[in-house]
């Protein structure tokens, strides 16, 4: 006997029960996110490979061990599972040239994909939320995104959430604040683990974000690029700060927050969390003006950010706001000929109505159907019989509330329902 097939490891089933939590969760984001303005894209889970090693970074993590990337057998084209978001969003504005017609509010949902050691909190196909603004070039809209997080939390009723704001400065001042950091660290080589001395020439400032101990008291004396930063950076970013303190929004200045993609410039912010583990951040993005520019575009500013929904969905979870599963209002119990006919019209008549109806497959008795009618968590059954089906009448029994039994007819029976409906709620 063959053994049974089992989903790749770190790419996770959502069933039923589970999948309508997500799909209450994600009602509740595309709400949030209509109130600020913010329409929906559609993009591809297969880019091309070059897409994300121009965007990203050809040494970052996500480039060098992450990507699902693989050749197309038809025409050699070398392509990747996406990764991340914002890099296949952007190739679409430019692609249909939406920014020459306006600047745009846009967000997606999905998976993407990334190959690294599956954990609580992260997995190999996990799903993210992505909001973008491409075409806006003042501090005003970074500080909207961040306050839009603090909204979204107090909607999903979550607490404990904290922001932490950093400036990324612009090119040249990183260019300067690089040259440094090579200098100090190559003098503190002994310290350093292989991986940071694999990015010591091509990406320093990650390592400003080591978990190493060990290398946390060398990593506080390096120097730090906010010593760097011009004028207008200052005040872009300062700027920011004050529409947060106008709103009472705390937040914390990470001088590490670095963020792992090279496209970043000027703000950057995570929200995040002490409840997740070692996984803590829920929400993450910040500006990355050069982008459009770097994939072919005409220069435009441009913010996001991006939620990990599995993460979210944790700490709901963890707040005891997993809702009650969602039951149909009509179970339909039928048997016998006639009423076998009649069955069918009585379920869409009452579907027609805006009523959730399930109905009865399979056979079985009376006994045996009832059963299932009142494992369904249905408010009401409808049954029918060939003495209700030659009446045109259907036997309404509440299998959740007292109540007798009634006979009514077919053409009232959804009246009947949708009143009862009201009458509790006016309860």
């Known amino acids: 006997m063959s053994q049974n097939i089992q989903s790749v490891r770190g790419m996770n089933d959502i069933l039923p029960g589970e999948a309508e939590f997500w799909e209450l969760f994600e009602e509740t984001v595309r709400s949030w996110l209509k109130s600020y303005g913010y329409r929906p894209i559609r993009l591809p889970i297969v880019e091309p490979t070059p897409l994300f090693k121009r965007a990203i970074g050809e040494v970052t993590d996500i480039v060098e061990k992450e990507m699902y990337s693989f050749v197309d057998s038809l025409n050699g084209e070398l392509l990747t599972l996406r990764p991340e978001g914002t890099a296949g969003c952007v190739r679409a504005v430019i692609q249909h040239n939406l920014i020459a017609q306006q600047p745009q509010r846009l967000y997606y949902m999905g998976q993407m994909y990334r190959h690294e050691r599956p954990q609580k909190g992260r997995y190999r196909q996990f799903h993210q939320v992505g909001v973008e603004a491409l075409g806006f070039s003042g501090p005003d809209i970074d500080a909207e995104q961040i306050l839009m997080g603090a909204r979204l939390w107090d909607d999903l009723g979550l607490d404990g959430i904290k922001l932490q704001l950093n400036t990324l400065g612009q090119p040249e001042e990183r260019a300067r604040h690089r040259a440094e950091l090579i200098t100090y660290f190559e003098s503190q080589s002994e310290l350093l683990d292989e991986d940071a001395k694999r990015r010591l020439h ?211 029976v959804a009246d009947e329902i949708m009143n009862s409906f009201m009458d509790m709620e006016e309860a």
């Open 202 to 412: 091509s990406n320093p400032l990650r390592i400003l974000d080591s978990k190493n101990p060990a290398m946390q008291e060398m990593i506080v004396g390096a120097p730090k690029l906010m010593d760097h930063l011009g004028a207008e950076s200052l005040a872009h970013f300062d700027a920011v700060q004050q529409v947060l303190r106008d709103a009472g929004q705390p937040y914390e200045i990470n001088p590490r927050l670095v963020r792992g993609l090279d496209y970043y410039n000027l703000t950057v912010f995570e929200w995040v969390t002490d409840r997740l583990g070692a996984q803590g951040t829920v929400c993450a993005g910040g500006r990355f003006d050069g982008l459009v520019e770097q994939l072919g575009g005409k220069p435009s500013p441009a913010c996001g950010f991006a939620m990990g929904v599995e993460r979210l969905i944790a700490l709901i979870r963890d707040a005891g706001g997993e809702p009650a599963p969602q039951c149909v209002d009509v179970y339909v119990v039928h048997q016998g000929t006639a009423a076998s006919r009649l069955a069918p019209r009585v379920a869409e008549g009452l579907r027609d109505q805006g009523i959730n109806v399930l109905f009865h497959c399979g056979g079985g008795s009376f006994k045996s159907q009832m059963k299932k009618a009142d494992a369904s968590g249905a408010a009401y059954a409808v049954i029918i019989g060939d003495d209700e089906a030659e009446a045109g009448e259907v036997t309404l029994k509440p299998l959740r509330e007292e109540g007798a039994q009634k006979r009514v007819s077919v053409d009232n």
